[in-house]
C-alpha cells in the first residue's frame, strides 16, 4: 500500500500533472516495468481526452503502492519532463535517487553539477536551436541623425511614435519562478537577466518585481501605471514571465491564484494611466496559454491560393466609417496605443530551456538587439515569429514546435530608435 503522505502529494500534483504530463512516454514506461497491467493501459486509454487519461494515470499509481510511485517517478523522467518529477521528488526515497546517480541520471534527479546540467541541455535542445547565453548581448545603435531611419522620422513626424526622450521610458518586469503549487520555472532567471540587458540598452529604466501573486501582480501594475515619471517619457514596456492558462496568469500563492490578463491591460489603459495616453504601451508574456503541443507540418514551397487578412479579436476594419471625418482634436480611444506579444496561441504551451531561458525570449532579445535601429516593433515582432518558427524545436519523442503571436493597437510605427534621444535627434 502507498504510503498516505505520497498519496496526499499525487493530489496536490494532479493539476500539474493533468495538464503536462506525456501520457504515451509515462504509459508505456509502466507497463514496461509491470506496474501497470494490459488491463490498466486500456483503462486508462479509454479515459477519455488527453486530460482525462493523465487524470486516470494518477489514479491508477496511487492504488498500486510505493513500488508505483518510484515508477512514475522515474517515468517522468524517461518522457523527458524533470520539472514533473520534481513535484514527487521530496518524497522519493533517498536509495533511488542514489541509483539514479549511480546510472549518470542524476541530472534529472534535482540538484545536479554543470557538467550533467550541460549534458542534458544537450540533450533536450537539437543543434539546430541557438547555442549559447546571451551574456555579451550587444544593441547596435543608430550610428547619427543621419541614418535612414532618422530621416524617415524626420519626414513623417505624424506616423511614427516619437521615442527620445531619457529615458525612454520605464520597464517593468514581473518574474515568477517558485510557485506553492506548480513547477519551479527553471531558466526564467535568465530570461529576467537578458530582458534587463536588452531593454536597459535600448534606453530604458527597468525594475523587476520577483514571485507574486495575482493580486500582488495587478496592485504593481496599477502603482506601475500611476507613476508621475511617465509624464516624461516616450514609452512604457510590462514584461510578464509566469505560468499560465489561455488569457490568464498564474501567481506563485497556489491553484486558485488566477488573474485574466484582460484586467491586468486594461490597467495601462488612457482611462487607468492617463500619463501614457497617445503614448505607445508594449506588452511582453511570456507564459503558457494551454496545454496543447504543436507538432509542427511539412509545407509546400508554393500555394494555389492565398488566405485573407484576420480582422482579429477586435474587429477593428468591419466597424470603421468609409471616409469618416478625422477632427483636429479628436478624441482618443482609451484602448489604443497598445502592443500585447504572447509567446504562444490560445490553447498552446511554450517552451522553455533551463540554462538558456525561453525560446520567445531568446529569440525576443537576439532580434531586437540586431534589427531595432533600422525595424519597426511590428517588422521586429515579426522576425522574432520567424526565428522561434524555423530555429526552435525539441528533442522528445514528439518534436514540438511553437509560433508566438502579435497583436497591435498601435496607431502609428513604433521605432526603438536605439542610441538616439531628444538632444541628439532634433
Known sequence: MMRNERRKLLDRSLLVLSREMEVDDVLHYLQGKEVFTDAVVEKVQAAGGPSAQRAAIVRAVKTRGDRAFEAFFRALLHARQPHLADLLRPLVDEAVLQTLENENESHYAGDTTIASRVKLNRMDMPPMEPTGLLEDLRVDMIDSNQSPVMEMFLKNRDSIYPNFSVPKGLCLIFN??????????????????NLKNLFTQLGYSVKIEHDLSCKEMLSRVRSFASDPQHRFASSAIVVVLTHGERDQLLGVSGDDDVLSVYPFLEALNARNAPLLSGKPKLVFIQACRGDRRDTGVKFMDESDGFQQANDGPFGLFNCMRPGAVVETNPIRPRESDFLIA???????????NSLRGSWFVQAICEVFAKHARNADILQLLTKVNQRVAECFQTSCSSSYKQMPEFHSRLIKQFYFFPGITRSSSV
Open 176 to 193: 515568477n519562478e517558485n510557485f506553492a503549487s506548480m513547477p519551479r520555472r527553471q531558466g526564467t532567471e535568465i530570461d529576467c537577466a
Open 342 to 352: 504572447y509567446a504562444t496561441p490560445p490553447t498552446y504551451v511554450s517552451w522553455r
